[in-house]
């Protein structure tokens, strides 16, 4: 049974393999920080083995899941571990990059960085040093990815796209502005993109809920 954490700039997961499957957790941005044990700067756009964040956890779920067992088996026995790491205290800052994140996430982007670390007391340095540590970005980042996440949720690959009106609904308000977005989020321009996404479709009910986030 192997295993790996991955921490992109807006998702961050961690997940084991066993027999030919495997099994994984989908955090929120900041969840995975009470149990990473290290700076989320640290870890972010990198897959880094299980074993060198998680050692001794790593080997006890070894011994409890062994090689045979199932998907259910091994989350159980995963949940288990992650329950056991909450009982003390949340890291410092966290609280503090919960409930900012929680605004940019209900306003897909929108709520202004500044006015958050005004309304909770702190510079913007600050809020941006508390981010990078539990979440690997800064805020800045985060707003743009919740941004982008809301238009390209909103694409559907099967009908023309009318792009001025998706980048508008999404806050895009420029259009110089959407086109860097859209190229440094995907690689692609809109129409290459598009033509993309119905060469390969997704699978039916993809993606499974609202956004990239998992719900609370």
């Known amino acids: 049974m192997g295993g790996s954490w991955g921490y992109g700039p807006g998702v961050s997961s961690t997940s084991t393999r066993h027999g030919c499957g495997s099994s994984g957790v989908h955090f929120k941005p900041w969840g995975m920080s009470p149990f990473a044990g290290m700076p989320a700067t640290e870890l972010r756009d990198r897959w880094v083995p299980a074993d060198a964040v998680w050692q001794r956890s790593l080997d006890r779920i070894r011994n409890q899941v062994g090689d045979i067992a199932s998907a259910t088996e091994t989350l159980r026995v995963l949940e288990e571990e992650l329950r056991s790491r909450l009982a003390g205290a949340p890291p410092r800052g966290l609280d503090l990059v919960r409930h900012a994140g929680g605004r940019l996430e209900a306003s897909h982007g929108a709520a202004p960085v500044g006015a958050l670390a005004a309304a909770a007391g702190v510079s913007g340095n600050h809020l941006a040093t508390q981010f990078k540590s539990h979440v690997g970005v800064t805020p800045k980042r985060v707003a743009r990815i919740y941004r982008f996440a809301r238009l390209i949720l909103s694409v559907d690959a099967l009908n023309p796209a009318d792009w001025a009106e998706l980048a508008h609904t999404a806050g895009y308000f420029d259009q110089a502005h959407f086109s860097r977005e859209f190229k440094d989020f995907t690689g692609h321009t809109p129409t290459q ?24």
């Open 193 to 216: 993109y598009l033509a993309l996404r119905r060469r390969y479709p997704a699978e039916q009910g993809f993606p499974p809920d609202s956004g990239p986030m998992p719900a609370d």
